[in-house]
């Protein structure tokens, strides 16, 4: 029987998510534990600094746990993550858990982007999100059909996937744990996946003009653009959202795929980051596979 630890890494979490999400995960046949801390409240995080980081180096280390899942995002890894050991197994979750992401890719460690407590206890058990989570956990490969988005910008990318909340790896630039280029990532050219919620567009166009000039967006296979929650289109910005993301790949000519359904939404499907990601864009649609 597989052991999924839950952490609390960053914000505090409504207790009663954690124990819809360790029924639901005993019922799928897991062995389900809890960090010492994962209920705790300091503030808006889920326990002081060195509390979080205890659990998340205790699930790390104990050789009985499979998986890692964190309880919910907010906010609290930036404070933590440069005390974050070697990560050796798969970290579930997304949003703040980005910086796990990115420590994960940087140790070629792959980790599942994908739905965390909240939703984990509380969506169908039809859903996407909830099947495609299951198959991940289980080792089956990841495919994912979509509609065609009008500014897409069609063809085919294979490579190692990154990324994650734009806002979070932002905030990682310039630091050991920035986006990985070729040498991080093991692959010369990877795709980036981004998402984000509650963020000005004027931020918006500053962090990708960052990863521009940072020459991240340089180096890509392909880049797909998830939900972008929230983030109210700037009259002032001459466009919308999407099509400011539009404008700062408008040098390179590999796939761009939008409207991704990964993100703060209920319909947020799991991908494995630094998983192995095929993605294919034409008048008929996107196909896009990932497997561990």
């Not at 005390?83 to 949003?95: A, L």
């Not at 420590?103 to 599942?112: D, E, K, R, W």
């Not at 965390?116 to 058990?125: R, S, W």
Request: with cysteine.
């Amino acid at each position: 029987m597989k052991h999924i630890r839950i952490i609390s890494p960053s914000g505090a979490i409504d207790p009663s998510f954690i124990d819809g999400a360790a029924t639901r995960l005993r019922a799928w046949g897991y062995i389900v534990s809890e960090g010492a801390h994962a209920r705790d409240k300091w503030g808006r995080f889920a326990g002081k600094d060195d509390d979080r980081l205890a659990d998340i180096i205790a699930a790390l280390t104990d050789p009985e746990v499979d998986f890692i899942l964190c309880a919910r995002g907010g906010y609290g890894l930036q404070r933590i993550i440069d005390r974050v050991p070697r990560i050796t197994k798969p970290i579930i979750g997304f949003s703040d858990i980005t910086a796990l992401h990115q420590l994960s890719a940087i140790c070629h460690q792959p980790s599942v982007h994908g739905i965390m407590c909240k939703h984990i206890a509380t969506l169908p058990e039809d859903s996407e999100p909830i099947l495609a989570l299951r198959k991940a956990l289980a080792g089956e490969d990841l495919t994912y059909r979509w509609e065609r988005h009008p500014l897409n910008r069609d063809g085919q990318a294979e490579g190692l996937l990154i990324g994650g909340n734009l806002s979070v790896l932002y905030g990682l630039q310039g630091t050991p744990y920035s986006l990985p280029l070729s040498e991080g990532c093991g692959v010369a050219s990877p795709i980036l996946l981004i998402e984000d919620i509650a963020e000005r567009h004027y931020h918006i166009d500053r962090m990708m003009n960052n990863l521009r000039m940072s020459g991240v967006l340089e180096h890509l296979s392909g880049l797909i653009v998830g939900q972008f929650s929230d983030c109210e289109d700037d009259p002032g910005m001459g466009g919308s959202v999407y099509e400011t993301i539009k404008e700062a790949v408008v040098d390179y000519d590999y796939p761009l795929i939008f409207n991704a359904p990964i993100g703060h939404v209920e319909h947020n499907v799991p991908l494995w980051i630094h998983g192995h990601t095929s993605v294919h864009s034409s008048t008929d649609g996107v196909l896009l596979t990932n497997r561990f």
